[in-house]
């Protein structure tokens, strides 16, 4: 079973001047309880933060965080001593566990786009870590760049869920297949261009559901696509 959500009716955007925001699930000041997550997946913000601007100091506990730069440049700080800058296509990996403070900036000259991810853990009060992966783009061309796993997945950044995050930038003409086997779900977001899913016509911030059935995708156009493939929950 798929659902198209289109992007104009998804959650809510929210600007402060320097942050525009688009929540796609309950987020901050907006609360709609029958959107509050879609399984193991609790939040998806698509961020626009200006120049010389973005999130100070500030606390998370047990959740498993994951940020993907669309484009700009994103800088990490945290209470660990981690401090990091990542561009487009790059992730990075926060594990909040039994508490950390971070702060991500936008200390580049052009406007920062991220995707910020939060994923319920498989348990609670871990140690918290971090990490990072400046994947090479062309590794993401017409194929699928594991980028995220569970601890027993492929992927080089690892977290404490059953959660595949695959990448892809996919050139127009150019089709790819995901399965979601049964007892598996996916949240697709299609985040540049434009797409066909299951003949569902998606554009730029477009997301899709689906709950135990295979995925086929083409590119109307060239289209950068991310999807979390998830056990049911």
């Excluded at 798929?2 to 955007?13: E, F, L, T, V, Y």
């Excluded at 569902?200 to 493939?229: F, G, M, P, Y």
Aim: glycine letters at 8%.
């Amino acid at each position: 079973m798929i659902k198209k959500i289109d992007h104009k009716n998804m959650g809510r955007s929210r600007s402060l001047g320097w942050l525009d925001s688009h929540f796609h699930f309950s987020f901050a000041d907006y609360h709609n309880p029958d959107n509050i997550n879609f399984g193991m997946l609790r939040v998806l913000n698509d961020d626009l933060v200006e120049a010389g601007q973005g999130f100070d100091a500030h606390p998370h506990r047990d959740m498993e965080i994951i940020s993907y730069v669309v484009d700009g440049e994103l800088t990490h700080g945290d209470s660990m001593g981690n401090s990091e800058t990542l561009g487009r296509g790059h992730v990075q990996y926060m594990s909040a566990g039994t508490g950390i403070v971070h702060s991500e900036k936008n200390l580049g000259s052009e406007t920062l786009r991220f995707l910020q991810i939060w994923i319920l853990p498989e348990e609670e009060h871990l140690q918290p870590t971090y990490g990072d992966m400046k994947y090479n783009w062309e590794d993401r061309i017409n194929r699928w760049l594991p980028t995220v796993s569970g601890q027993s997945g492929s992927a080089q950044i690892k977290i404490h869920q059953d959660v595949n995050v695959y990448v892809t930038f996919l050139e127009e003409g150019k089709a790819l297949d995901l399965l979601v086997d049964s007892g598996r779900q996916a949240y697709l977001v299609n985040i540049e261009g434009e797409s066909v899913v299951n003949k569902e016509t998606l554009v730029a911030r477009d997301a899709l559901t689906s709950i135990e059935e295979d995925l086929v995708i083409v590119a109307k156009e060239d289209a950068h696509i991310i999807v979390l493939e998830m056990k049911k929950r």
